[in-house]
């Protein structure tokens, strides 16, 4: 294959076949976590913005949240109110702009973040049944750049 030849062009089946499967995987990961978080009153959707949080450098606004995580301001409000009801995180006032509010994750939320960790061990356990370690690093590399790549402006 000459190098200026784009394999998306090539083998246009493959690549398909690779995006199905990452949506499948997605698909059912998704809802077996649902089940599994369910006692802990957490989604997983909510638990992706929890660990979103768990990681932050700097306090981030709703709408700071909703551009990095690559979601519409109004889910994630949704998401921000549901958490706050529960007492795992907390809005404060910007020091610099009173009109200004920051998601703060509480030291709650960081420990339902680590009992939903637990919670999906045993799904983490199925999922990469089978998989060397070498495997999990080679395939953690490939996800992560199509994450980078698709993070790219058009």
């Known amino acids: 294959m000459r190098s200026s030849e784009n394999p998306v062009e ?17 698909q059912q990961f998704s809802t077996r976590a649902n089940q599994d978080l369910k006692n802990l009153n957490l989604n997983f959707s909510q638990l992706s913005l929890l660990s979103h949080m768990m990681f932050l450098k700097t306090p981030a606004s709703i709408t700071e949240l909703a551009d990095q995580m690559d979601l ?12 706050a009801e529960q007492g795992w995180i907390e809005m404060q006032p910007s020091p610099e702009d009173a009109r200004k509010k920051y998601v703060v994750l509480k030291e709650e939320g960081r ?10 061990f045993p799904l983490l356990q199925l999922s990469f049944d089978g998989m060397a370690l070498q495997e999990a690093h080679l395939t ?3 996800l992560q750049q199509i994450r980078k790549n698709l993070a790219r402006k058009l």
Request: no cysteine.
């Open 10 to 26: 090539t083998h246009p089946d493959l690549y398909g076949a690779l995006i199905r499967e990452i949506s499948i995987i997605h």
């Open 72 to 83: 519409n301001q109004p889910a994630v409000t949704k998401m921000v109110q549901h958490l």
């Open 111 to 120: 420990g339902v973040f680590m009992q939903a960790q637990q919670a999906l």
């Open 140 to 142: 953690l590399h490939q």
